[in-house]
């Protein structure tokens, strides 16, 4: 289970539908706000994450 998943049901968010959603790309789970909204948390795998912490990478550099 994606870290955050894990964070956000440690705090009471429950997900609808409970389980993780296993894509190639990665994972997703999506959630309901006190507001209504619906709100869905990602997370990559394999070249997918690699390339999300590439650009991650080359966004810090230009800030600093």
Same mark, same amino acid.
Not at 10 to 34: C, K, N
Not at 44 to 56: I, K, M, P, T, Y
């Given at each position: 289970?994606?870290? %955050?998943?894990?964070? !956000?049901?440690?705090?009471?968010?429950?997900?609808?539908?409970?389980?993780? !959603?296993?894509?190639?790309?990665?994972?997703?789970? &999506?959630?309901?706000?006190?507001? %209504? @909204? !619906? !709100?869905?948390?990602?997370?990559? &795998?394999?070249?997918?994450?690699?390339? &999300? @912490?590439?650009?991650?990478? &080359?966004?810090?550099?230009?800030?600093?």
């Amino acid at each position: 289970m994606p870290d %955050g998943v894990r964070t !956000l049901k440690s705090r009471g968010v429950t997900f609808e539908p409970p389980e993780v !959603l296993d894509f190639p790309w990665g994972y997703a789970a &999506r959630f309901e706000d006190p507001d %209504g @909204n !619906l !709100l869905q948390v990602r997370e990559g &795998r394999g070249a997918f994450d690699a390339e &999300r @912490n590439a650009f991650l990478e &080359r966004d810090h550099e230009e800030m600093t």
